[in-house]
C-alpha cells in the first residue's frame, strides 16, 4: 500500500508559478515511477507529467512541456510538480499517482496507476 498526499497547490495569476508536493508513505522502498495528473471541471483526467523511480527519466505532456518540471526526493519520499508560466487552461484538480509495477517504463494512461492522492487544487486567474 502507498498513501499519497498533495499540497502546494492555491490560486496564482496567469505567469505565475507554483510548486506542488506528494509526499508517499506506506512502502519501505521508492522504486516505482510517480505521475502527475490534472482534472478541469467538466473535462477527463490528463496526464502531465512521470519520472522513474530514480529520477533518471521524465515524460511530460507536450502542453506543459517547457514549463514544468517533475522531479522527486527519494530521501524524503517525496514527488514534485514545478510549474511555470501558469495559464488559465492549467486551472483544475492536480492529483499524483503511484504506478508500483514498472521500474523502467513511463506511463500516460492513468489506469497503469496503482495508487492515488487526494489532489489539490490549482486555480490561475488572467
Known amino acids: 500500500q502507498v498513501q499519497l498526499v498533495e499540497s502546494g497547490g492555491g490560486l496564482v495569476q496567469a505567469g505565475g508559478s507554483l510548486r506542488l508536493s506528494c509526499a508517499a508513505s506506506g512502502r519501505t522502498s521508492s522504486r516505482y515511477t510517480m505521475g502527475w495528473f490534472r482534472q478541469a471541471p467538466g473535462k477527463e483526467r490528463e496526464f502531465v507529467a512521470a519520472?522513474?523511480?530514480?529520477?533518471?527519466?521524465?515524460y511530460y505532456a507536450d502542453s506543459v512541456k517547457g514549463r514544468f518540471t517533475i522531479s522527486r526526493d527519494n530521501a524524503k519520499n517525496t514527488v514534485y510538480l514545478q510549474m511555470n508560466s501558469l495559464q488559465p487552461e492549467d486551472t483544475a484538480v492536480y492529483y499524483c499517482?503511484?504506478?508500483?509495477?514498472?521500474?523502467?517504463?513511463?506511463?500516460?494512461?492513468?489506469?497503469?496507476?496503482?495508487?492515488w492522492g487526494q489532489g489539490t487544487q490549482v486555480t490561475v486567474s488572467s
Open positions: 519520472i522513474r523511480w530514480d529520477g533518471g527519466r521524465t
Open positions: 499517482a503511484a504506478d508500483v509495477q514498472r521500474l523502467w517504463v513511463l506511463r500516460r494512461d492513468g489506469n497503469e496507476y496503482d495508487y
